[in-house]
């Protein structure tokens, strides 16, 4: 199974310093964030209840 990146879309599979959480908001949706896209603040949104970090 592939595991991208919810803002870049990215291949995370094997990237050190990816990270894996659920929704701050609705807990509900994993939100995966690659080590670039965490860096530059770039955001995401959860599909399940719209939220939009990072805050």
């Known amino acids: ?3 991208v990146c919810s ?4 291949d995370i599979s094997n990237l050190k310093g ?4 659920l ?3 609705c807990g509900k ?6 080590i670039d896209c965490r ?5 995401y949104k959860c599909p ?3 939220f ?3 805050n």
Do not use: D, H, L, W
């Not at 803002?7 to 990215?10: A, F, G, I, Y």
């Not at 949706?29 to 690659?34: G, H, M, Q, S």
């Open 1 to 3: 199974m592939v595991t």
């Open 7 to 10: 803002s870049c879309k990215r």
């Open 18 to 21: 990816s990270v894996k959480f």
């Open 23 to 25: 929704c701050p908001n």
């Open 29 to 34: 949706t994993e939100i995966v964030r690659c």
């Open 39 to 43: 860096r530059r603040g770039v955001r």
């Open 48 to 50: 399940e209840c719209g």
């Open 52 to 54: 939009e970090g990072p």
